[in-house]
Structure formats: C-alpha cells, structure tokens
C-alpha cells in the first residue's frame, strides 16, 4: 500500500516507517521537522516537509502519492506544555486533525491508525487500565487526543472511515539504527540513561505514592513491539474493516526505582537520584490491560524485560552520532 505516516520523522514515526518499509509498503512522511530528524528516516520513505496545518499540501500529498491508508502521528506531547499552551494542543492536535480528516474524505481515504495516549484515562479508578474504563483527562494534551478519538468515530459514520486508536502507554528502547531523541526530554529511561554517562542526578518525583517503593509505577512497551502493532493494525484494517480503539501497552508495570535499578544494571554504572516533590496531575500507577489488542489483533510483546528495554535504548545511545550525512537530500523529494 502507499502509507502516509504523519510525523514519521519522529521517534515512533521513524521505527514504523522502517517497518512498514520492510513490509514492502511505500511510505510518504508530513512531518514539519519540529521535534522530529531528517537522518531518523529511511532513505526509501519520501519526505515532504510540510505542516500538517497547511491543507494545501496535506491534499497535494494524498493526491500525488495515491495515498491508501494513513498512520497518524503528529503531534504535540508535552503534558507540562499543554497545561500552560492549551491553545497549541487544540491546533496542532484536533485542529491540524480534523484537516487531514477532511483531506482524506475528499481523497476517498478510509483507513487511519491514531497515535492516542494513556492519558486519555487521566487518574484511572483501577489497574489494570480497561479500554472501556472512564476516560477524564486530566491535561490538554489528553483531552485533545480523546477529542480526536471522538471525531474519529464521527467520521466513521459521516465518511464511512475505519480507524484503530492505540493507546500507548510509555514507549521506550531503541532498534539497532533509530531511538529517542527529544529536545526536551521528559521521559524517565533517556533521562535516567543521561544520567548514566554524565553523572547527573535524577529527579525522581514523589517517594510517597501507594506502590511498594513509594514511586510512580508505569507500563513500558518497546518501541518495535509498538510499531508493529501499527502494521499489524494496518493490516487488520484493510482485510477487516472495522474500527477499534486499543490499548498499546505490554501489562506489567515497573517503578521509577526499578526503572532507575536497571538501568544501572545495565550500564554498570551508579546512578545518583534527588528525590523531588509529587508533579501534579501524576497518577500513582498506569499499566495497561493489553488483552483485548492480544486477543483481536494476535499482537504479542516481545521484549517484555525492563532490562531488554533500557539495554536496547543504552547500546544506541553508545553508538548514536548525530550525522547530517547519514541523511541523503536527494532520496527524498517531496
Ligand atoms: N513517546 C511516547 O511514549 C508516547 C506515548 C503516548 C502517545 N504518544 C504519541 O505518539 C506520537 C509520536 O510520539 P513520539 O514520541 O514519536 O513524538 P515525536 O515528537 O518524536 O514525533 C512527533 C513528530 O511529529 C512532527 N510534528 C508535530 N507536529 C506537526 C505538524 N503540525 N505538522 C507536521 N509534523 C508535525 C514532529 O516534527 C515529530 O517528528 C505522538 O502523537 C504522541 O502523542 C507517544
């Protein structure tokens, strides 16, 4: 198929891309280069640097590339940002969104993989987190993702799309050849990794929480194993037809501290920690229920080991050599 991936110059974006890629399927990326690398693509993905609010070339794109399905990507996703830039987060998320919604209906494009977000859940009731639990979020940036949720289904009965919604809970790790690279970063495994090689400290917030070492407990989900439940999302799409709404995460969730233990485990290094006041908003524990994308889609982790994870994310960080000349202009024409 001829595959848009919105924002695939992105952490995520570019893994799913080098997957889809390796399925056979030709990829065409929109990504405005804001957060995301020209060198995170693959030399085969075509690039048309573009916002996704400038419908002109969202369309041009659909149109010159014969576009079949999309993979939603693009995004903001700082949760502090959004608190303080609501605004941001209602246009880049929802507004930017409803855009290529209606690019792809004029197109006649009916399938689209969403890049949603466990913040959806905001302070869920109980763990593990369901797909039909209550959904109050507790920022901008998972209100507009649920909005978009929302106008999804909408456009599934006014426009015939079919949709998977994944809910991701914490991506993380890294493939031989791509990892994380946000500026800032605000995840806890590159920040603790950073920590690792240059001695800083890292800020664990709140030692009070109702989990067995007082920190925060969250579900991390390799980011292979994340992308390819996009392809296999993909697929399942365009045989089945149906929409769906999952949770992306891999069950099992691992503390702050355990996080931190790994990760000195792995780089045989000490890492120094500075225990700092709970961030509002910050829910005790987040861990997926991840049955139901098991059992419809056949989707199965296969880094399942927090060691695995941070170990992947470490041995790329070794070798990662930010290179301008890793990324060929001309294999990319827009
Ligand atoms: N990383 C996680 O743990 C996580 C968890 C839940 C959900 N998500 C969602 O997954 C998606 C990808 O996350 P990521 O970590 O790869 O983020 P990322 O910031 O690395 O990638 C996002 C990409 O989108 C591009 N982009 C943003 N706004 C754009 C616009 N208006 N037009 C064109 N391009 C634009 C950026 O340049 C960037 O390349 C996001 O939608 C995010 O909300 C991520």
New binding site residues.
Partial sequence: MNVLV??G?????SIICDQLLAEGHRVVV???????YRDALAAEAVLVE????DTAAVSETLKRHQVEAVIH?????LVGESMSQPAKYYR?NLW?TLGLLEAMAYSSISSMVF????AVYGNPEKQPIEEHDPTVPTNPYGET?LAVERALHWYSVAHRLQYVALR?F??AGATDTRGER?SPET?LIPLVLDAAENGSKVAVFGDDYPTHDGSCVRDYIHVSDLARAHVMALTSLTEKRTSATFNLGCGQGYSVREVIDAAQRVTGRSIKVEIQPRRAGDPAVLVASSTKIRESLGWIPKFELLDEIVASAWIWKQKFKPSAARYSESQHVR
Wanted: proline share 0%.
């Fill in positions: 919105t924002g110059a992105g952490y995520i974006g929109i990504d405005n280069l804001s957060k995301g573009a916002d996704l609010l990507m693009a995004a903001s996703s880049n930017a890049s949603s977000t466990a993702k991701y914490n991506a946000h995840h």
